[in-house]
Nanobody, 129 residues
Framework: QLQLVESGGGLVQPGGSLRLSCAAS????????VAWFRQAPGKEREGVSC????????NYADSVKGRFTISRDNARSTVYLQMNSLKPEDTGVYYC??????????????????????WGQGTQVTVSS
């Protein structure tokens, strides 16, 4: 059974940076898309970014393009989200998620939220001065 654990969240000032990690255990990540979602207080969960199994394609929400970078190290079964130029509106709980079906590319779009079968417990990101 695949298990996902996020880390790297914290409190940061506007304009600062954080790097989130999503570490997998129980199964290899090599064949699967991995996505990051976030949920702000009082708001619905939203997709932030996703990356294909080998890292050949990525996709980002418009609100984070140019500021966030997703990457993966399959040898370490870990996916990263580098977040730069953080804004207060980036505040929320960040989750990583994996769909159980094999998806060849995310160049056009990330899978829909209901396609993800495995979720981590989340890590809190707070952007505030």
């Amino acid at each position: 059974q695949l298990q996902l654990v996020e880390s790297g969240g914290g409190l940061v000032q506007p304009g600062g940076s954080l790097r989130l990690s999503c570490a997998a255990s129980g199964a290899m990540l090599d064949f699967y898309v991995v996505a990051w979602f976030r949920q702000a207080p009082g708001k619905e969960r939203e997709g932030v970014s996703c990356i294909s199994a080998r890292g050949g394609s990525t996709n980002y929400a418009d609100s984070v393009k140019g500021r966030f970078t997703i990457s993966r190290d399959n040898a370490r079964s870990t996916v990263y989200l580098q977040m730069n130029s953080l804004k207060p509106e980036d505040t929320g709980v960040y989750y990583c998620a994996v769909p159980s079906r094999v998806i060849p590319s995310v160049q056009t779009t990330c899978p829909e939220e209901d396609e993800y079968d495995y979720w981590g417990q989340g890590t809190q990101v707070t952007v505030s001065s």
